[in-house]
T-cell receptor
Framework: DSGVTQTPKHLITATGQRVTLRCSPRSGDLSVYWYQQSLDQGLQFLIQYYNGEERAKGNILERFSAQQFPDLHSELNLSSLELGDSALYFC?????????????FGPGTRLTVL | GESVGLHLPTLSVQEGDNSIINCAYSNSASDYFIWYKQESGKGPQFIIDIRSNMDKRQGQRVTVLLNKTVKHLSLQIAATQPGDSAVYFCAETYIGNDMRFGAGTRLTVKP
């Protein structure tokens, strides 16, 4: 158990809908990262938050947004969903903002868009 | 563009043998590397890391080797067990930059 929690574990929805994925980082970690992993694909970095502020953006679509709250949990919002958005979405946390420390991953949310 | 990649997408070994998983990186500025293990249906799990001021680091049954000259990283697993079957990712980063992951190598351990 990495100490990172994600909810829900599974999510099935329809095209055009909007969903919110939730992540709670390890105790003491200030950075939260979101990744997308499609079938047989590697991890694609989406976005990073550090202590409530957006720190880095990767290949995140404009239909996607995220935020980190004062209690450090984070939410990833996916809107106008398309079939191609079906994937595993992972949250990871680390102690600082530099990316120079280990990221600990949550169990992921499997999103299926029908 | 610069990228992280893996030489072999699949690796099959006999139980008890040693496994070697390789990773090539192209960004010579990268100075921190991590190996992750991902079992089916689970999130990536940290195995071992190494910084660029080292060329070898050992953990429990695992060793990571870093060759900065040829920009190559390897993960050695001693006495491979069925529980080692998983996808292994290497990741690289340098300060201020995003962590980038390789595509992964699927390790299958045959009993």
């Amino acid at each position: 158990d990495s100490g990172v929690t994600q909810t829900p574990k599974h999510l099935i929805t329809a095209t055009g809908q909007r969903v919110t994925l939730r992540c709670s980082p390890r105790s003491g970690d200030l950075s939260v990262y979101w990744y997308q992993q499609s079938l047989d694909q590697g991890l694609q970095f989406l976005i990073q938050y550090y202590n409530g502020e957006e720190r880095a953006k990767g290949n995140i679509l404009e239909r996607f947004s995220a935020q980190q709250f004062p209690d450090l949990h984070s939410e990833l919002n996916l809107s106008s969903l398309e079939l191609g958005d079906s994937a595993l979405y992972f949250c990871a946390s680390s102690v600082d903002r530099t990316g120079q420390n280990t990221q600990y991953f949550g169990p992921g949310t499997r999103l299926t868009v029908l | 563009g610069e990228s992280v990649g893996l030489h072999l997408p699949t690796l099959s070994v006999q139980e008890g043998d040693n496994s070697i998983i390789n990773c090539a990186y192209s960004n010579s500025a990268s100075d921190y590397f991590i190996w992750y293990k991902q079992e089916s249906g689970k999130g990536p799990q940290f195995i071992i890391d190494i910084r660029s001021n080292m060329d070898k680091r050992q953990g429990q049954r695992v060793t990571v080797l870093l060759n900065k000259t040829v920009k190559h990283l390897s993960l050695q697993i001693a006495a491979t067990q069925p529980g080692d079957s998983a996808v292994y990712f290497c990741a690289e980063t340098y300060i201020g930059n995003d962590m980038r992951f390789g595509a992964g190598t699927r390790l299958t351990v045959k009993p």
